[in-house]
T-cell receptor, first 118, second 113 residues
Framework: EAEVAQSPRYKITEKSQAVAFWCDPI?????LYWYRQILGQGPELLVQ????????DSQLPKDRFSAERLKGVDSTLKIQPAELGDSAMYLC????????????????FGPGTRLTVT | GDSVTQMEGPVTLSEEAFLTINCTYT??????LFWYVQYPGEGLQLLLK?????DKGSNKGFEATYRKETTSFHLEKGSVQVSDSAVYFC????????????FGAGTRLAVHP
């Protein structure tokens, strides 16, 4: 069964450093999501792509976070500079299409990248 | 705004006990409702879903019924196993948008032999 791939699985970085996460969605999935999950909380959407375009980045801290999906396939989420409060699990998910009803909107999650900022 | 409230954990049960995890929601539109499960060190997996009132989602012995009148989607299982130990998240998507999932805080379940 196809899966969402993420790397690295774990990342430890010092505050003020730059860090990047990579996500490869399920083949054919047009919609890609990045979520942040702080320990003890539910995931919160950071950014959503439809193909290569951002359709929702309302919760993305744009002064330090950036995301891109240049060819509408894989995606990179970057933090620069990292802060202690960025320590969390960063989850990537994909779905066949972002809108509409039915099975096509089901989101499939990757294993996540656990970031620790020291 | 749209939100999901879950009962606080951890929930600790003995094997074969009955499980209920409460979930209520607030939504401006007519949401679809989901339960996701997260096993230690892993990402989220969709457990079950319901897209309209009175629908019952079910999977792996778990069930939840979409109750519009009480804005609830409680998760139940008749007989839990040690392997069910995980964190369970209730979530919703409000129709008409780009299918943004809104999650509850999660409920940790620990099942002991």
């Amino acid at each position: 069964e196809a899966e969402v791939a993420q790397s690295p699985r774990y990342k430890i970085t010092e505050k003020s450093q730059a860090v990047a996460f990579w996500c490869d969605p399920i083949s054919g999935h047009a919609t890609l999501y990045w979520y942040r999950q702080i320990l003890g909380q539910g995931p919160e959407l950071l950014v959503q792509f439809q193909d290569e375009s951002v359709v929702d980045d309302s919760q993305l801290p744009k002064d330090r976070f950036s995301a891109e999906r240049l060819k509408g396939v894989d995606s990179t989420l970057k933090i620069q500079p990292a802060e202690l409060g960025d320590s969390a699990m960063y989850l990537c998910a994909s779905s066949f299409t972002g809108g509409g009803a039915g099975r096509n909107y089901e989101q499939y999650f990757g294993p996540g990248t656990r970031l620790t900022v020291t | 705004g749209d939100s999901v409230t879950q009962m606080e954990g951890p929930v600790t049960l003995s094997e074969e006990a009955f499980l209920t995890i409460n979930c209520t929601y607030t939504a401006t539109g007519y949401p679809s409702l989901f339960w996701y499960v997260q096993y230690p060190g892993e990402g989220l997996q969709l457990l079950l879903k319901a897209t309209k009132a009175d629908d019952k989602g079910s999977n792996k012995g778990f069930e939840a019924t979409y109750r519009k009148e009480t804005t609830s989607f409680h998760l139940e299982k008749g007989s839990v196993q040690v392997s069910d130990s995980a964190v369970y998240f209730c979530a919703l998507i409000v129709s008409g948008g780009y299918n943004k999932l809104i999650f509850g805080a999660g409920t940790r379940l620990a099942v002991h032999p």
